[in-house]
C-alpha cells in the first residue's frame, strides 16, 4: 500500500512540476519579485534604518525567505484549483490510484519550487553582500525551518484550493501571509514600532522564526526562540493538514 502511495505521488508530482517549468509568470512571481523587494530594502530603505553593527542584507534576509515562501504557495492554491475546475480530480478519482497523492503532488510541486526560489534569493543576497560565518549544523537548521514553514503555509493553500470559486479568491489568501513580514522583526527592530503594534510584532509567528534564522547566520544563541519558531510551524502544519483533508474529503464525496 505505501508503495503504490508513494509511486502513484511521484507520478503525480512529476506533472505538477512541469506545470510549473511550464509557467514563465509563475517563475516571475515567486523568484523574481522576491529579489526585486531585496534589492529595494536593501539600496532604498537600508540606509534609514538603524540594526546596529549588523549589515542590514543580513538583518533582513530572513524576512524576505519567509515572502518567498509566501509568494510561492499561493499558485499551489491556484493550481489546485484550476485542477479541480478542469474535472481532473473526477478523472483521477475513476482510476485505481491513491487518492491523497493527489494533494500531495501539489504540496511536494510546492516545496521543490520554492526551495529552488529560495536558494536564487540566496544566492543574490550573497552577490549584494549577504555573510554568514555559520557552519554546516546551522545552514541546516535554517534548511529545516524554511521547509516546515513552506509545509505549513502549503497546507494552508491547498483549502482555498479546494474551496475557492474563482481563481483570484484561490490567490488572495496569500497577501496577508505575505504583509505579515511587515509587521514583525524582519526588517526593522520590534522596538520601534508603537505599543499594540509591537506587542502584535512580538507575539506572531513570523518573529520568532526570523529571529531564530538570523540569529543561526550570525552564530548567536537562539535560546527559546527556536522552540516557539518550530512550535509555530508544527501548529500550522498539523490544523492546515486537518483541515486540508476535511475540505478534501468533502469536495470528493
Given at each position: ?7 502513484d505521488?511521484a507520478?503525480?508530482?512529476?506533472r ?7 509557467s514563465?509568470d509563475?517563475i ?7 529579489v526585486?523587494m ?7 530603505f537600508?540606509?534609514?534604518i538603524?540594526?546596529g ?8 534576509l530572513?524576512?524576505?525567505l519567509?515572502?518567498?515562501?509566501a509568494?510561492g504557495?499561493?499558485?499551489t492554491a491556484?493550481r489546485?484549483l484550476?485542477?479541480m475546475q ?5 478523472r ?12 500531495w503532488?501539489h ?11 529560495l ?9 549584494i ?6 557552519g554546516v549544523?546551522?545552514w541546516l537548521a535554517?534548511?529545516g525551518?524554511l521547509?516546515l ?5 502549503t ?9 475557492a ?5 484561490a490567490?488572495a489568501?496569500?497577501?496577508p501571509?505575505?504583509f505579515l513580514?511587515f509587521?514583525s ?16 510584532a512580538?507575539?506572531q509567528?513570523v518573529?520568532?522564526?526570523v529571529?531564530?534564522i538570523?540569529?543561526l ?5 537562539v ?8 512550535a509555530?510551524?508544527v501548529?500550522?502544519l ?6 486540508a483533508?476535511?475540505?478534501y ?5
Amino acid at each position: 500500500m505505501a508503495t503504490h502511495f508513494f509511486a502513484d505521488t511521484a507520478v503525480l508530482t512529476g506533472r505538477t512540476m512541469r506545470h510549473v517549468t511550464r509557467s514563465l509568470d509563475t517563475i516571475i512571481t515567486t523568484a523574481i519579485t522576491p529579489v526585486a523587494m531585496m534589492l529595494l530594502f536593501v539600496y532604498v530603505f537600508g540606509g534609514a534604518i538603524d540594526t546596529g553593527s549588523v549589515s542590514y542584507v543580513n538583518y533582513m534576509l530572513p524576512g524576505i525567505l519567509l515572502i518567498t515562501i509566501a509568494s510561492g504557495v499561493s499558485y499551489t492554491a491556484v493550481r489546485l484549483l484550476m485542477d479541480m475546475q478542469g474535472g481532473i480530480f473526477e478523472r483521477f478519482q475513476s482510476l485505481p490510484i491513491a487518492r491523497s497523492g493527489v494533494l500531495w503532488a501539489h504540496v511536494l510541486t510546492s516545496l521543490t519550487a520554492n526551495v529552488i526560489s529560495l536558494v536564487v534569493v540566496v544566492g543574490v543576497g550573497v552577490g549584494i553582500g549577504f555573510r554568514s560565518g555559520a557552519g554546516v549544523p546551522a545552514w541546516l537548521a535554517v534548511a529545516g525551518i524554511l521547509i516546515l514553514f513552506t509545509l505549513a503555509l502549503t497546507w494552508i493553500a491547498v483549502i482555498p484550493g479546494l474551496t475557492a470559486k474563482s481563481v483570484d479568491g484561490a490567490g488572495a489568501f496569500a497577501y496577508p501571509l505575505i504583509f505579515l513580514p511587515f509587521i514583525s522583526s524582519a526588517f526593522v527592530p520590534t522596538g520601534t514600532m508603537p505599543g499594540p503594534v509591537r506587542a502584535f510584532a512580538d507575539n506572531q509567528p513570523v518573529t520568532s522564526i526570523v529571529n531564530t534564522i538570523r540569529d543561526l547566520f550570525a552564530k548567536q544563541p537562539v535560546g527559546t526562540s527556536i522552540w516557539i519558531a518550530l512550535a509555530w510551524c508544527v501548529g500550522i502544519l498539523v490544523v492546515a493538514y486537518l483541515f486540508a483533508g476535511l475540505s478534501y474529503r468533502r469536495r470528493i464525496s
